[in-house]
Each structure stands twice: as C-alpha cells, then as structure tokens.
C-alpha cells in the first residue's frame, strides 16, 4: 500500500534550517506530484509547495517563497523540502502527500504520519 514517511523535523532558532525528506513506497512515485503541507495547533492544514511529476515544475505558498525548496530524488523515491530563514509562524506539523496525477493541483489523497518543526527562540 502507499507509504509515505517523512523525517527532518525538530526545534530550530529562527533564521536557522531545516531539511525534511519524506520517502514513498508502494506505488510508483515518478508519475505523481508530491507536495507538502503543514497544521499548526487551532489552525486549517494549509498547502506549503509541490513538484511535479512531468516537468518538475514546483509551487509555494507565498509565505515560503524564496525561503523553501521542493526537490525529488525519483531514484530514491524521496521529495525534500529544504526551509531556511525559519520564521515562528513556520511552526507546524508538516506532512507530505500525494497529488491525484502528475501536475500539482494541490489535492491530495495520501499522506504520511507528519513531522514536528518548531521555530523558536
């Protein structure tokens, strides 16, 4: 079955970095758009950014432009989200997911158990 199983999370200051993976398994990954999203305590799970899968065009979220990276290792079967300059309001359970086809359309139908990151001082 589709599995997916992120890692990297953690307390970091702000202005510092952090690099989550999340590594699938159980269906073919290449043909999929893999995004990330995150809920923070009392808030609506909110989309962060997407690759895709046909021609590796990614999305962000406005307030992780510039700031966030999407990359995927099909090999590996793995996507990362590189965040740096991390900002307080960044913190939030991140989880990975993927998207019904292989452009990004931000819907998203499996996703994995999630990963803490904490952005405090």
């Known amino acids: 079955q589709v599995q997916l199983v992120e890692s990297g999370g953690g307390l970091v200051q702000p202005g510092g970095s952090l690099r989550l993976s999340c590594v699938a398994s159980?269906?073919?990954?290449?043909?999929?758009?893999i995004g990330w999203f995150r809920q923070a305590p009392g808030k609506d799970h909110e989309g962060v950014s997407c690759i895709s899968s046909s021609d590796g065009s990614t999305y962000y979220e406005d307030s992780v432009e510039g700031r966030f990276t999407i990359s995927r290792d099909n090999a590996k079967k793995t996507v990362y989200l590189q965040m740096n300059d991390l900002k307080p309001e960044d913190t939030a359970v991140y989880y990975c997911?993927?998207?019904?086809?292989?452009?990004?359309?931000?819907?998203?139908?499996?996703w994995g158990q999630g990963t803490q990151v904490t952005v405090s001082s």
């Open positions: 159980g269906f073919s990954m290449e043909y999929y758009a």
């Open positions: 997911a993927t998207d019904l086809g292989p452009r990004c359309t931000n819907t998203y139908d499996h």
